[in-house]
C-alpha cells in the first residue's frame, strides 16, 4: 500500500491564523480524502481532494473554513483558516486507489488551537 | 440515525479468549466494507476489508451480512497486542467516501 506522510505533526496555534496541512502520497493515487477526528471520537469526512478541480466538501464544511488543493496525483493540502479552540483536532488525509478500493491513512496532525 | 454504528465497548477480555465485534450500517446500497485497527494517538490501519462470502486472516475473521446489513469482526486466541480500538468502515457510493463507526474498545487482559 502507498506510504502517505503528514507535515506537521503536530502545531500550536492561535486563534484568528491559519494553517496549512501537506499530505504526500509516494505514489499516484485516484483518490485522496480529509478527515477530521476529534478526542475520543471517530473520523469525520471533510472533503474529497479532487485532481485539478474544487474538492468536494461533505455537510457541515464549507470551502472559506477549509480550502484544499490537490495539484497533482500524489499531493494534497488542506488550509485550516481562522483557527478557534473548536477546531483543535487531529486532522488525517487519506488515499485510495479506486472505488471499493481500502483508504490508507497517513501519520496525522495534531493541532491545538490556544 | 448514523450511517454507521457500532458499539464502542470497552470490551476488556483475557488473553486467549474470543471477542467478537459488530458494526450496523443503514444504507442498503453500501458497496464495500472494512475493518481498521487504530492505536492510541496514531493513524489507523487496515486490518482488512470485508468480502461478501466472508474473510479470514489467521485469527481474524470478518463476515457480511446484507440482509441484516451488518458487518462482523472476530478475534480468535486474542493477545496483548490486540489492544486497541477497531473502527469499521463503510463506503456508501461510487465516490468511495467511508463513513466510520465510532469505534470499539478492546483492552486483552495478560
Known amino acids: 500500500s502507498a506510504v502517505i506522510s503528514q507535515k506537521p505533526s503536530r502545531d500550536i496555534c492561535q486563534r484568528g491564523t491559519s494553517l496549512t496541512i501537506q499530505c504526500q502520497v509516494d505514489?499516484?493515487?485516484?483518490?485522496m480524502f480529509w478527515y477530521r477526528q476529534q478526542p475520543g471520537q471517530s473520523l469525520t469526512l471533510i472533503a474529497t481532494?479532487?485532481?485539478?478541480?474544487?474538492?468536494?466538501?461533505e455537510s457541515g464544511f464549507v470551502i472559506d473554513k477549509f480550502p484544499i488543493s490537490r495539484p497533482n496525483l500524489t499531493f494534497s493540502t488542506l488550509t485550516v483558516s481562522n483557527m478557534s479552540p473548536e477546531d483543535s483536532s487531529i486532522y488525517l488525509c487519506?488515499?485510495?486507489?479506486?472505488?471499493?478500493?481500502?483508504?490508507?491513512f497517513g501519520d496525522g496532525t495534531r493541532l491545538s488551537i490556544l | 440515525r448514523k450511517e454507521v454504528e457500532q458499539d464502542p465497548g470497552p470490551f476488556n477480555v483475557p488473553e486467549g479468549a474470543t471477542v467478537a465485534f459488530n458494526c450496523t450500517y443503514s444504507?442498503?446500497?453500501?458497496?464495500?466494507f472494512f475493518w481498521y485497527r487504530q492505536d492510541c494517538r496514531k493513524e489507523p490501519k487496515l486490518l482488512m476489508s470485508?468480502?461478501?462470502s466472508g474473510n479470514e486472516d489467521g485469527r481474524f475473521t470478518a463476515q457480511l451480512n446484507r440482509a441484516s446489513q451488518y458487518i462482523s469482526l472476530l478475534i480468535r486466541d486474542s493477545k496483548l497486542s490486540d489492544s486497541a480500538t477497531y473502527l469499521c468502515?463503510?463506503?456508501?457510493?461510487?465516490?468511495?467516501?467511508?463513513?466510520f463507526g465510532t469505534g470499539t474498545s478492546l483492552t486483552v487482559i495478560p
Open positions: 470485508v468480502y461478501s
Open positions: 505514489s499516484q493515487v485516484t483518490m
Open positions: 444504507n442498503s446500497a453500501s458497496q464495500s
Open positions: 468502515a463503510v463506503n456508501l457510493n461510487t465516490g468511495n467516501q467511508f463513513y
Open positions: 487519506s488515499a485510495s486507489d479506486g472505488v471499493n478500493q481500502p483508504q490508507h
Open positions: 481532494a479532487n485532481q485539478g478541480s474544487e474538492a468536494t466538501y
